[in-house]
């Protein structure tokens, strides 16, 4: 079992930066496919970043490609969202997911844990 936390959220303007931190408990954090999510009222819940289990393999979304980075420390049991260039479109509540398969998949049916979410604003 794996639980989740999110922390970092907030408002920000327009070309600011944000850092979200997810906190994972339990011993297999090391060999999970971890993830970034998020959801905008009325939409659904998107794949930002996806890394493998020791950050050598990350995967982002379109819109969030060269302003995003996703990393991971395992000594700490923690991933990171770095989110600099910040646009209005990206506000949206951000969840963390682990997949306990490690299949590396941006599909949210594939990742088992999620934490509660972290509420991103950024105003114009």
């Known amino acids: 079992q794996v639980q989740l936390v999110e922390s970092g959220g907030g408002l920000a303007q327009a070309g600011g930066s944000l850092r979200l931190s997810c906190a994972a408990s339990?011993?297999?954090?090391?060999?999970?496919?971890m993830g970034w999510f998020r959801q905008a009222p009325g939409k659904e819940r998107d794949s930002v970043a996806v890394i493998n289990w020791n950050g050598a393999m990350t995967n982002y979304a379109d819109s969030v490609k060269g302003r995003f980075t996703i990393s991971r420390d395992n000594a700490k049991n923690t991933m990171y969202l770095q989110m600099n260039s910040l646009k209005p479109e990206d506000t949206a509540v951000y969840y963390c997911?682990?997949?306990?398969?490690?299949?590396?998949?941006?599909?949210?049916?594939?990742?088992?844990?999620w934490g509660q979410g972290t509420q991103v604003t950024v105003s114009s």
């Open positions: 997911a682990a997949d306990r398969d490690s299949l590396y998949s941006t599909a949210m049916d594939d990742y088992e844990y």
């Open positions: 339990g011993r297999s954090f090391s060999i999970y496919t």
